[in-house]
């Protein structure tokens, strides 16, 4: 079974104010999908209802046939799940190996310390700033300390928004770098969405087109770059 997060007849949205609109989509096991589309389209909001931060109208979202949609975010974290946001992803107050310790909070005293361990391993350029504030950090370090803080409780899945954004496009690069990593040598299946959509689709395996809340696309990310209408329906790739 190739599948491993189902998104099926999806309205979803935040209250009163819906965003999607009857999205259907299968998330590849161990590959990089990639979620694109123009600004506003749904993208960011269809990664927080697969991380219960949404209100979901109708529809079903399911990780290996585990019911996703109704639970809280904690309970889908528990089942696999980590979700990188673009922003507020790490405590600027605490030192870095702090907010690692924040990040698993849950676990036990010596399976932290071999998490540490394993994800310093990953992210080896951390070790560099172990006792530096957060607050201290570039964009880049910033954004690596978050991702070792998702990895750190060892998720089936980590769901990437936007994670090169504000970045220079060379710690962008080196990012989208870790993300290929994550999937190559831990066999993560990762779901990332990025504005920057000529770069992801390039690295990616498969892609999803959102426009105006629905899905006007699924298939491989070389077969979207191709695809004869994609610079009408997405303005910001160039061809």
């Known amino acids: ?14 209250r009163r104010l819906q965003v999607l609109f ?26 927080k209802s697969i991380f219960g931060l949404t209100t979901i109208y109708s529809g079903s979202i399911t990780l290996d046939g585990v019911e996703l949609a109704g639970k809280a975010p904690h309970e889908i974290a528990r089942i696999g799940v980590a979700y990188l946001p673009q922003t507020e992803n790490i405590f600027e107050n ?37 006792r530096r504030k957060a607050k201290l950090l570039s ?34 690069s080196e990012v989208l770098s ?12 990762i779901v990332l969405v990025e504005q920057n959509a000529k770069k992801v689709l390039e690295i990616g395996d498969k892609a999803y087109l959102l426009v105006g809340g629905r899905l006007v696309f699924e298939g491989g990310c070389q ?12 303005l910001g790739i160039t061809s």
């Open 178 to 189: 870790k993300i290929i990593e994550l999937r190559d040598t831990l066999n993560m299946t």
């Open 223 to 234: 077969d979207l770059l191709s695809h004869p209408r994609f610079s009408s329906l997405y």
């Open 22 to 47: 009857d999205v259907s989509a299968s998330f590849d096991r161990e590959k990089i999908n990639v979620i694109v589309g123009p600004n506003g389209s749904g993208k960011s909001t269809l990664l």
């Open 139 to 172: 964009g880049g370090e910033r954004q690596m300390v978050a991702m070792a803080m998702a990895l750190l409780r060892k998720p089936k899945v980590m769901l990437f928004d936007e994670p090169t954004g504000g970045l220079a496009p060379k710690i962008a």
């Open 94 to 130: 605490l030192t870095v190996k702090e907010n690692l310790k924040m990040a698993g909070y849950v676990l036990g005293k010596d399976e932290l310390e071999e998490g540490i361990k394993d994800v310093a391993e990953v992210f080896p350029a951390i070790k560099r700033y172990w």
């Open 1 to 14: 079974m190739n599948d491993m997060i189902e998104v099926r007849n999806l309205n979803a949205g935040y």
